[in-house]
T-cell receptor
Framework: SQTIHQWPATLVQPVGSPLSLECTVE??????LYWYRQAAGRGLQLLFY??????ISSEVPQNLSASRPQDRQFILSSKKLLLSDSGFYLC?????????????FGPGTRLLVL | GNSVTQMEGPVTLSEEAFLTINCTYT??????LFWYVQYPGEGLQLLLK?????DKGSNKGFEATYRKETTSFHLEKGSVQVSDSAVYFC????????????FGPGTRLSVLP
């Protein structure tokens, strides 16, 4: 069966510090991968998605970046965090069967920028 | 473009009450429809899905029917429990090219004992 991991679970960082969040998927190959951000009490904002190694599409211009160095690894980074980067970051992977794509989510990383 | 609209929350119900959370969509092509649930502090979990018109998705006592004529996918449960308190997201997916997975804004449900 497939599982998705995210770490760390919680992170407190000062403004201006760098960021690296990691997501890995087990039990599948060549998944589509996604990074979402969820502000407190709000919906999901798609940040990045990837259909393969080294292929990243950005949905929202900001000081975040994403990389996919391996098939089942997706990394979210920032060189300098802003207060507005605080939130709940969710990684997801998807599988397509026929014309049906289904997304599955990781447990999330809660980021607090002070 | 593709979009999903959900009823505004929060929704507060007493235990054993009947639940309906409305969801309507706009899509080019023929979408698949989903309901996800997010418990406090956790990621989203797939609750149920339907892939074609008149399909009924069901899980854990929740049901939703894909209504193409009204472009709706309302979530229902006959008797809610305190443990159902969570945020519910309606979503659609159109497999075409590019990224075509769209989520609604979410509806927070609180069930009181």
């Amino acid at each position: 069966s497939q599982t998705i991991h995210q770490w760390p679970a919680t992170l407190v960082q000062p403004v201006g510090s760098p960021l690296s969040l990691e997501c890995t998927v087990e039990g599948t190959s060549n998944p589509n991968l996604y990074w979402y951000r969820q502000a407190a009490g709000r919906g999901l904002q798609l940040l990045f998605y990837s259909v393969g190694i080294g292929q990243i599409s950005s949905e929202v211009p900001q000081n975040l970046s994403a990389s996919r160095p391996q098939d089942r690894q997706f990394i979210l980074s920032s060189k300098k965090l802003l207060l507005s980067d605080s939130g709940f970051y969710l990684c997801a992977w998807s599988v397509t069967s026929g014309r049906v794509e289904t997304q599955y989510f990781g447990p999330g990383t809660r980021l607090l920028v002070l | 473009g593709n979009s999903v609209t959900q009823m505004e929350g929060p929704v507060t119900l007493s235990e054993e009450a009947f639940l309906t959370i409305n969801c309507t969509y706009t899509a080019t092509g023929y979408p698949s429809l989903f309901w996800y649930v997010q418990y406090p502090g956790e990621g989203l979990q797939l609750l149920l899905k339907a892939t074609k018109a008149d399909d009924k998705g069901s899980n854990k006592g929740f049901e939703a029917t894909y209504r193409k004529e009204t472009t709706s996918f309302h979530l229902e449960k006959g008797s809610v429990q305190v443990s159902d308190s969570a945020v519910y997201f309606c979503a659609l997916s159109v497999v075409d090219y590019g990224q075509n997975f769209v989520f609604g804004p979410g509806t927070r449900l609180s069930v009181l004992p």
